[in-house]
């Protein structure tokens, strides 16, 4: 589609820089982090750090590019507790 209306390339392209400036900040967010806490595993700090980062990482866009902020986690409702990947779960049936 080559028209000025619609064209379904240029919508992409404009998404396609949105999702790259999203995985930027998205990769700098984790790379602040000296922890592994879920899916987010780090060799260099395989366990988790509740004293330091039990926190919602925050980034707002400005000309310099991203800047973070942390914010408490509320955890009155459910206490954090650790989980454990590396071992089969009963309540599933994994053996």
Sequence with gaps: DRGRWAN????FVRQL?????LARVMTL??????ESRGAHYKPEFPNRDDARW?????ARWTSDGPQ???EPVDVSL?????????VASEASGDR
């Design 29 to 34: 967010g984790a790379l602040r982090r000296d």
């Design 17 to 21: 820089w949105n999702m790259l400036e």
């Design 68 to 70: 973070f902020s942390d």
């Design 78 to 86: 459910v206490a954090p507790r650790p989980r454990k990947y590396d």
């Design 54 to 58: 039990l926190k919602t990482t925050k």
């Design 8 to 11: 379904q390339e240029v919508a």
